[in-house]
């Protein structure tokens, strides 16, 4: 497989302030555990800076400029008790809409085989005009616009086992019927939403929602009987991960307790479905994940079978 891997300084310099869990030395230590020898084989670039253009097809242009406004020239701007921004932080949220835009067109293209983006901020919980959860754009739904906008995919489906329900994504798409929003998480857990109940207008949204305490077998049997069979029959052209690892058993911000295998499987199953109905195009985003050894060896999991090892 050949493998894309995107990341950029300015990753590093949004800052939430001091003993915030959604840290610049997440993406350290990612980078850290792919310098092995065993990644040498990965395609290494840099994140291309997103555009206005990219925004604009998932947040509206109130909603950039609010947060241009917002943006400090020092120290910080709380927007809500999780969400803060520094005077970095819209650089890299920029950058992060962009590598997701730059992952769809190497994937689109054929270019490369699939792709992992090591970008923050995440932005699963970004809604149209709302940031919260550490999150400012939606890079996923950026991202999966930009593949309808751009590379004219009729459909791409988004799946998302990050262990908190990615609220934004369903928002936004609730009313579209060219994009499936699928997800495992933790119920109940911030932000409150993701019950099965939740299906979209056009019966494109799939919560799996999991219990406390819950590990991999319960985590395998929600991807097998409620998510896998659902993303094969969309036929989507491109699958999107929402690649959040926190739901790993270290993870301190919740109560699941996946293990780098089970990622490692998951990823393997999506890669299954895209063999068969898309050619393979499939990308994958960082979301959350505040551990930092579980964090790296989870990663480390999920990109060697992206690779194929």
């Known amino acids: 497989m050949n493998t894309l891997l995107l990341t950029h300084p300015a990753g590093l310099s949004h800052d939430n302030g001091p003993g915030h869990p959604e840290r610049a030395d997440r993406v350290r230590v990612i980078e850290r555990i792919l310098e092995h020898e ?27 400029q609010a947060l241009e406004q917002t943006s400090p020239r020092d120290g910080f701007a709380r927007l809500d008790s999780d969400t803060t921004m520094s005077p970095g932080t819209l650089t890299a949220a920029f950058r992060a809409i962009g590598g997701a835009c ?23 919980h970004a809604e149209r005009a709302t940031p919260m959860g550490f999150c400012f754009f939606n890079n996923a739904a950026v991202a999966a616009r930009h593949a309808i906008a751009v590379h004219g995919a009729e459909r791409v489906a988004i799946m998302d086992f990050d262990v908190h329900h990615g609220n934004g994504t369903q928002d936004i798409f609730w009313s579209d019927p060219n994009v ?9 857990l911030y932000p409150g939403t993701g019950s099965t109940s939740e299906r979209g207008e056009h019966n494109n949204i799939v919560n799996a929602p999991l219990n406390a305490g819950d590990a991999g077998p319960q985590f395998r049997e929600a991807m097998e009987m409620a998510i896998l069979p659902r993303v094969e029959q969309f036929r989507p052209n491109l699958i999107i991960i929402s690649a959040g690892f926190d739901a790993h058993r270290r993870d301190p911000l919740a109560n699941l307790n996946l293990v780098e295998a089970d990622f490692a499987w998951a990823t393997s199953k999506l890669m299954d479905v895209s063999d068969r109905v898309c050619d393979g195009r499939l990308l994958s985003l960082l979301e959350g994940g505040y551990d930092l050894d579980g964090l790296a060896r989870s990663v480390a999991a999920h990109v060697l079978t992206l690779m194929g090892a």
């Open 38 to 64: 065993k990644f040498m084989t990965l395609i290494r670039a840099q994140a291309e800076d997103g555009t206005r253009e990219q925004a604009l097809r998932v947040h509206p242009e109130s909603y950039i």
């Open 102 to 124: 730059q992952a769809v067109d190497e994937v689109m293209r054929r270019d490369v085989d699939n792709a992992f983006v090591a970008m923050r901020p995440p932005g699963h």
């Open 180 to 188: 499936m929003y699928l997800s495992t998480h933790e119920m109940p």
